[in-house]
C-alpha cells in the first residue's frame, strides 16, 4: 500500500501527498520523520490541498520552526562524448554550416 501511495504522490497526487506524510508523522508503516512529513505537506499543499494546509498550520503551532523545505539538486550537465568539445546545438538555426570537403577548396570574396 505504502508503494502504490509513494508512487500517486510522485505523480502529483494531493491526496496521496498528504496521506503519505500523515504516514511519516505517524510512524505508520514507515519510520516517523517530521523532514519527508512536511516534504509531502507542502507539495499537497502547493496544490490548494486544505487538509495538507491545516496540518503544516498545526505542526507548526506544535513543533515551532518546521525543517526547511529540501531543494531538489539540479541536474549536471551531460558531458560531452569523449572527441566532442562542443555541446550539440540546441536547434537547427545554430547548427554551424557544414565542413567543406576534404581537399576543397573555398571561393574568395
Known sequence: MIEF???RALAGSAAAQYSLAVRYL???GV???LAEACKWLRAAAKQDYTW???KLAE???EHGQLPP???EAPAAPLAPPP???APLPSSPEESPPPAPPAGATL???
Do not use: F, M, T
Open 52 to 54: 495538507a494546509k491545516r
Open 83 to 85: 572527441g566532442k568539445d
Open 31 to 33: 519510520e516517523k520523520n
Open 5 to 7: 501511495q509513494k508512487k
Open 26 to 28: 505517524e510512524g505508520d
Open 69 to 71: 523545505p529540501v531543494e
Open 59 to 61: 505542526l507548526e503551532k
Open 107 to 109: 571561393p574568395r570574396h
